[in-house]
């Protein structure tokens, strides 16, 4: 999938980072809070702990996403005291949050996971869904939710790759007397099967005309649903929007109308896919970024 995630602990990536810091002697200070940031002949920066001044400024300080590891607004305040345009803020790589009657069906499911294909917003996602006593995650949904919109609905394929009416027809040939249940459970998990059997009305699927096993075949591949919203940004893995990439230069990120200021990671209008585009993204970025100063 040319995703590429770390094979051992994520202290590891740390340390390597913190090495190439000390390599080229970097003064890494930490536990100062930030208490206000001007700009005269160069940047002052003016925290709890002292004061510092530079003629360049990197903002690095991400966007809301996991409030409890420190994530705060303060990229966004900052951007718009230097009169930078911000892009539409919201959660991304996001579980998604359902009511009534799906939810209740969702709760009854919750550990179940299979692969499906989610579609939304004209993007596709093929990876695995997991059912949870909110709604649904897992890849394939934390990837769709970036596209998602309130009152848009997402159609969920649980079948991918199978004709699903095909398939139940055919178990209606070989075993007639099975219950339509014990067909379903020779396609998805056996939660979900009884579940969808006890929905579309359980019985020998022999007694099933071909008609009735194609609509639920149809809905199998088109499991239409409507999401309430998303789990916000304390179960988000990233933020969409930010800084608007137009005030930026493609090449080094620095701020066009403000000399010596430079925007990365996610504090700018850049989202990546799951499997770690959004770290490569703030790595990449950053490098840019120092290689311009």
Same mark, same amino acid.
């Given at each position: 999938?040319?995703?590429?995630?770390?094979?051992?602990?994520?202290?590891?990536?740390?340390?390597?980072?913190?090495?190439?810091?000390?390599?080229?002697?970097?003064?890494?200070?930490?536990?100062?809070?930030?208490?206000?940031?001007?700009?005269?002949?160069?940047?002052?920066?003016?925290?709890?702990?002292?004061?510092?001044?530079?003629?360049?400024?990197?903002?690095?300080?991400?966007?809301?996403? !996991?409030?409890?590891?420190?994530?705060?607004?303060?990229?966004?305040?900052?951007?718009?005291?230097?009169?930078?345009?911000?892009?539409? !803020?919201?959660?991304?790589?996001?579980?998604?949050?359902?009511?009534?009657?799906?939810?209740?069906?969702?709760?009854?499911?919750?550990?179940?996971?299979?692969?499906?294909?989610?579609?939304?917003?004209?993007?596709?996602?093929?990876?695995?869904?997991?059912?949870?006593?909110?709604?649904?995650?897992?890849?394939?949904?934390?990837?769709?939710?970036?596209?998602?919109?309130?009152?848009?609905?997402?159609?969920?394929?649980?079948?991918?790759?199978?004709?699903?009416?095909?398939?139940?027809?055919?178990?209606?040939?070989?075993?007639?007397?099975?219950?339509?249940?014990?067909?379903?459970?020779?396609?998805?998990?056996?939660?979900?099967?009884?579940?969808?059997?006890?929905?579309?009305?359980?019985?020998?699927?022999?007694?099933?005309?071909?008609?009735?096993?194609?609509?639920?075949?149809?809905?199998?591949?088109?499991?239409?649903?409507?999401?309430?919203?998303?789990?916000?940004?304390?179960?988000?893995?990233?933020?969409?929007?930010?800084?608007?990439?137009?005030?930026?230069?493609?090449?080094?990120?620095?701020?066009?109308?403000?000399?010596?200021?430079?925007? !990365?990671?996610?504090?700018?209008?850049?989202?990546?896919?799951?499997?770690?585009?959004?770290?490569?993204?703030?790595?990449?970025?950053?490098?840019?970024?120092?290689?311009? !100063?």
């Amino acid at each position: 999938m040319g995703q590429l995630f770390c094979d051992g602990s994520a202290r590891a990536v740390v340390r390597m980072l913190l090495d190439e810091c000390a390599a080229v002697s970097v003064d890494v200070r930490v536990g100062h809070r930030v208490q206000d940031v001007g700009r005269a002949e160069s940047f002052r920066i003016e925290t709890d702990q002292g004061n510092f001044s530079a003629p360049a400024l990197v903002l690095a300080t991400g966007g809301l996403s !996991i409030p409890k590891m420190g994530a705060t607004g303060f990229a966004h305040d900052l951007a718009r005291r230097f009169g930078l345009a911000l892009t539409e !803020i919201r959660p991304a790589l996001v579980p998604l949050a359902f009511a009534g009657a799906d939810l209740a069906l969702m709760q009854g499911l919750s550990g179940v996971s299979l692969e499906i294909e989610a579609a939304c917003g004209g993007r596709r996602f093929r990876e695995a869904m997991l059912f949870t006593h909110r709604g649904l995650s897992g890849p394939a949904i934390l990837q769709i939710s970036t596209y998602w919109r309130e009152e848009m609905a997402i159609e969920v394929d649980l079948l991918p790759g199978t004709d699903a009416a095909a398939a139940l027809i055919a178990g209606k040939r070989a075993r007639p007397n099975a219950e339509l249940r014990t067909v379903l459970a020779g396609l998805l998990p056996q939660r979900l099967a009884q579940a969808l059997a006890d929905r579309f009305g359980d019985g020998p699927i022999g007694q099933m005309r071909d008609q009735a096993l194609s609509v639920i075949g149809a809905e199998l591949k088109s499991w239409r649903l409507l999401p309430t919203g998303t789990e916000g940004y304390a179960k988000a893995e990233v933020t969409r929007g930010g800084v608007d990439t137009a005030g930026l230069s493609q090449s080094t990120l620095a701020v066009k109308s403000v000399a010596g200021l430079f925007v !990365i990671g996610e504090a700018v209008d850049v989202t990546g896919w799951l499997g770690g585009y959004n770290f490569q993204w703030a790595w990449s970025s950053g490098w840019c970024a120092g290689q311009a !100063i």
